[in-house]
């Protein structure tokens, strides 16, 4: 009997997971219900290995250009307010930077976002679409890229990059097809058939890049993924992210690396305690805050924490 994880065997085993092991493996944006995945089934395809194929937009997006929105969120824990009127947009085409202090509200926000923190009020659109109205809708389109690395230690990066693959409905042939060119890109290869117990935590993170780009993801929601990474990873993992955006996909980047953001975001947010003191582009920001032109993003950030500090 084949016991690949293509096979029929591993099809009943996928389809049996708990959604607490998706989550373990850092697919909690597919995890629908403890029983099942969807099946998810797309013709679009974004990085550079592939670019033959176009990416399509639906008629809500060409009407607003927004391919991820929040709509005056708010989240409380234990009658604590976490989001506070959340809102802000992004655009088809772009990254855009979530940036805040520790306890701001940013891994929150991801939260959120990818459907595992229940909100209070407000909404979240990804393509148009709300998680209520359309969840496998909704949740196809994400691709997700923890802060810190979340594995299944019994399976090897092939297995988990094939589990990943399967998950996401990835046909085998062209599995086969990514696998050597994401090992290569990330200087994996030599660790094709290791199981992660003794990988660092930059080779970790590569397994959980690399399973991200896995699959044909237009909404990346990356939380601090530069973490660990070797500057080679780091360069390559920028690439990418931005081969996403100008094959009309778009990135939500939270980091506290505001040199890091000032490089690579087109517009920004900025969260304070759960709120949100400004969003747009540099531009923009500066010329909220009167900040000169030319100004760093770190010139930016302190002026706009200090505008809060003054009006609080």
Do not use: W
């Amino acid at each position: 009997m084949r016991r690949g994880l293509y096979s029929p065997f591993g099809q009943k085993c996928k389809e049996a997971l708990p959604e607490a092991i998706l989550h373990t493996l850092g697919m909690a944006s597919l995890a629908l219900n403890s029983k099942r995945l969807s099946k998810f089934r797309s013709d679009i395809c974004y990085n550079k290995f592939y670019p033959s194929q176009k990416m399509r937009r639906t008629s809500t997006e060409r009407q607003s250009g927004r391919m991820l929105s929040l709509e005056r969120v708010c989240v409380a824990k234990e009658e604590r307010a976490i989001l506070r009127d959340v809102s802000f947009a992004v655009a088809a085409g772009s990254i855009h930077g979530l940036i805040g202090r520790n306890g701001a509200g940013k891994s929150t926000t991801v939260r959120a976002i990818l459907g595992l923190q229940p909100l209070n009020s407000g909404t979240i659109r990804v393509l148009g679409r709300t998680l209520a109205e359309d969840a496998a809708t909704y949740k196809s389109p994400l691709a997700y890229i923890p802060e810190l690395p979340m594995l299944y230690q019994g399976l090897t990066v092939t297995e988990y990059l094939q589990f990943t693959a399967m998950a996401y409905d990835v046909p085998e042939a062209e599995f086969h097809k990514r696998l050597p060119l994401l090992l290569e890109r990330f200087d994996m290869a030599a660790h094709a058939h290791d199981i992660p117990l003794r990988f660092s935590k930059g080779m970790r993170q590569k397994m959980n890049v690399m399973a991200a780009l896995m699959h044909d993801g237009r909404v990346f929601v990356v939380d601090e993924p530069f973490n660990g990474l070797d500057p080679l990873a780091i360069r390559a993992l920028k690439e990418e992210l931005r081969a996403v955006a100008d094959h009309d996909g778009c990135v939500l980047l939270t980091t506290h690396a505001l040199d890091i953001a000032e490089a690579m975001c087109d517009s920004f947010t900025v969260l304070e305690q759960g709120q949100v003191l400004t969003t747009g582009n540099g531009a923009q920001i500066r010329d909220e805050f009167g900040v000169p032109e030319g100004s760093s993003l770190e010139d930016v950030y302190m002026k706009v924490l200090g505008r809060r500090g003054e009006n609080s």
